[in-house]
């Protein structure tokens, strides 16, 4: 999440590319608008479920469960398709079980192993955030035709195929720093 509210200039990157020669000052501006776009849909996200008495992670794995709501899941593949660990799994079923929205079935094969399904409360909820959910997404992407949205999806691929190039070690990368106390 981006906490900059405040993004520098194109002249202040302009100035950086003659301090730091490997700057790329329209990179780096559209890379800090993307960044705090994502932040700030997320915040917004995060207002809209909280205005249902939900969070995103809680509404994620109802999501995740509704797809096929016949079609019970085991946490495991909850953790991996929510690209949460099953530590935080474990706490967000708890929560949602409590709360009525999911239930649990014993595996046949294996009495150890359980799967989750949602309940007709769970359906019930999720059929009453979703439509809202969609409304809103269709406005904020109002803006945008279908030949923009096309567009703008090819971009968002290119730049995530290279994401992984933000955390690669490169020969010039500083050795360690002490983490620093605040």
């Given amino acids: 999440m981006l906490l900059l509210r405040d993004l520098p200039k194109y002249e202040t ?8 020669p490997e700057t790329n000052p329209g990179a780096v501006e559209a890379y800090l608008h993307m960044l705090r776009l ?15 008495g939900c969070s995103q992670g809680r509404f994620t794995i109802l999501a995740l469960l509704n797809r096929n ?4 899941l085991n946490p495991a593949d909850l953790a991996r398709r929510a690209g949460v660990t099953r ?27 359980f799967f989750v399904m ?15 959910l969609f409304r809103r997404i269709k406005e904020l ?14 971009l968002l691929d290119k730049v995530g195929t290279r994401l992984p190039m933000l955390a690669t070690p490169t020969r010039q990368s500083p050795k360690s720093y002490p983490r620093a106390r605040l």
């Avoid at 709501?69 to 019970?72: F, K, L, V």
């Avoid at 949602?118 to 809202?132: A, H, I, N």
């Avoid at 945008?144 to 999806?153: G, I, P, Q, S, Y």
């Fill in 141 to 154: 992407m109002a803006g945008l035709t279908e030949a923009d949205r096309k567009h703008f999806l090819t």
């Fill in 87 to 113: 530590a935080t799994i474990t706490g967000l079923l708890q929560g949602l079980e409590q709360d009525g929205l999911i239930g649990r079935e014993s595996s046949d094969d294996d009495k150890r192993m």
């Fill in 38 to 52: 994502s932040s700030d849909i997320i915040n917004e996200i995060e207002r809209f479920f909280a205005s249902y």
């Fill in 13 to 20: 990157l302009l100035q950086y590319a003659q301090r730091y």
């Fill in 69 to 72: 709501p016949d079609a019970p």
């Fill in 118 to 132: 949602l309940t007709k409360k769970g359906r019930k909820y999720v059929d009453e955030v979703l439509p809202e």
